[in-house]
T-cell receptor
């Protein structure tokens, strides 16, 4: 079974600075998707960024980028120019791309990010 | 506006009572999902449906039931057999089973 580990329960960053959230995963599959979701105090899960395992290029979305290291099974999220609205729980998630494979997203336990003004 | 709606926002259940959580989407997505979130935890899959009139159990289906009579709707019933129902429940949908899942705003279920 696949597992996702987020080793940092809490992180903090100064406004306008850069922060990196860590995620590692364990799988025997070669094709899969990885996601970062943000959960603000409203508790709605919001997609931040998605990475396909077969793509070597790291995904980016504005101030958000990932460092995907397939061999190391590592998928970290970098937030540049942090803003107060970035404060939230961040969840790393894995999903199989195998046809007929599991439908579910496998989530880590989350990292709480605090942004200090 | 296209999106996923869940109701109610808060729900209280008495002992021995069945309650139903609503999830509706107007995104024309084929696949829909129900997740449970407990404090300090990530989400765990309860049930999912890839197509109308078909659904599959997830990791923690015991004590829950679902139906998928319409493409837009995927209600979740928390039955009296679920002994620890207090949690935050999130519904999600995706274009098909291989695509990104988008989430609704969630329902907080509390036991009286």
């Amino acid at each position: 079974a696949q597992t996702v580990t987020q080793s940092q329960p809490e992180m903090s960053v100064q406004e306008a600075e850069t922060v990196t959230l860590s995620c590692t995963y364990d799988t025997s599959e070669s094709d899969y998707y990885l996601f970062w979701y943000k959960q603000p105090p409203s508790r709605q899960m919001i997609l931040v960024i998605r990475q396909e395992a077969y793509k070597q290029q790291n995904a980016t979305e504005n101030r958000f980028s990932v460092n995907f290291q397939k061999a190391a099974k590592s998928f970290s999220l970098k937030i540049s120019d942090s803003q107060l609205g970035d404060a939230a729980m961040y969840f790393c998630a894995y999903r199989s791309a195998f046809p007929g494979g599991s439908e579910k997203l496998v989530f880590g336990k989350g990292t709480k990010l605090t942004v200090n003004p | 506006d296209g999106g996923i709606t869940q109701s109610p926002k808060y729900l209280f259940r008495k002992e021995g009572q069945n309650v139903t959580l609503s999830c509706e989407q107007n995104l024309n997505h084929d696949a829909m999902y129900w997740y449970r979130q407990d404090p300090g935890q990530g989400l765990r899959l309860i049930y999912y449906s890839q197509i109308v009139n078909d659904f599959q159990k997830g990791d923690i289906a015991e004590g829950y039931s679902v139906s998928r009579e319409k493409k837009e709707s995927f209600p979740l019933t928390v039955t009296s057999a679920q002994k620890n129902p207090t949690a935050f429940y999130l519904c999600a949908s995706s274009v098909d089973h291989g695509e990104t899942q988008y989430f609704g705003p969630g329902t907080r279920l509390l036991v009286l």
